[in-house]
């Protein structure tokens, strides 16, 4: 049970042979004329920039796609979900836990402020920081399984050690309210104690997430943290080349057809 989420497999080389097929046929209709790259780095600057042309695939069904209509398709989307839309997006999940009375002192929002403050403060990696951040962003759709939702979320860009400690962290939570809780399935997270992301949980919620209900605490700015969150998503898909589970490293091979221009 415990080596499950990831097992670690050898190594492929990702490929990423597809798409540069497709933008090689692009090239050769004009369409990358219109330089996408050049485009977005103007009105990033500040200068004023035409906008580049909605780039829409012509395919009713992806068996019909060609590789020129597949990669306008891609250059769009790549146009689309940049790092900056993705921190949005995820900030927006964040945000969206604020003021929603759970029974706590403090709402989800200030939960996961105080749990990232108390991470920094600690030392923690960056990574843990923004993990710690985000940890909860899931609670009031999956309560049951919330850690899954910001482990899926952050999962390509994270460590496997910090996709674990998300995905099991509500169990490892269990071990400080059981006794409150009255549960009859009592020290769950000891399934996982041989596991080599046990500790790594254990202490996660030892010091961040389990004491991070105080009302008293001196939290940090959630801008504070933002370039934190900013810089973990800026990490290539999949960089952890050397510990892709099966799953991960199936999908670090059809990543090509996601492309960014972050
Ligand atoms: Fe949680
Ligand atoms: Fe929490």
Known sequence: MAKAATAPKPMKVMKQKAPMKAMKAMKATKVMK????????????????KAPEVLTGNFKSLKEATPVEF???????????????????????????????IGNTLDLYDHCIQSATRALRDGADEETVV???LHDIGELDAPNNHGEVPASLLRPYISPKNYWVLQH????????????????????????RDHKYFKACEDFCEKYDQPAFDP???????????PMVERVLSKKAYWFKDE??????????VAGGYPSYD
């Open 34 to 49: 219109k330089a996408p790259m050049k485009a977005m780095k103007k009105v990033t600057s500040g200068r004023k920039a």
């Open 71 to 101: 990669a306008k398709a891609m250059t769009q989307f790549g146009r689309t979900v940049t790092v900056p839309f993705k921190l949005q997006r995820l900030i927006g999940l964040l945000k969206s836990t604020k003021g929603i009375k």
């Open 131 to 133: 993990v710690a951040l």
């Open 169 to 192: 962290h509500e169990i490892f939570q269990a071990f400080y309210f059981q006794d409150a809780a009255g549960l009859e399935v009592r020290d769950t997270r000891e399934r996982f």
């Open 216 to 226: 008293d605490y001196k939290n940090l700015p959630l801008e504070h943290f933002i």
């Open 244 to 253: 892709l589970d099966e799953i991960s490293q199936a999908k670090a091979d």
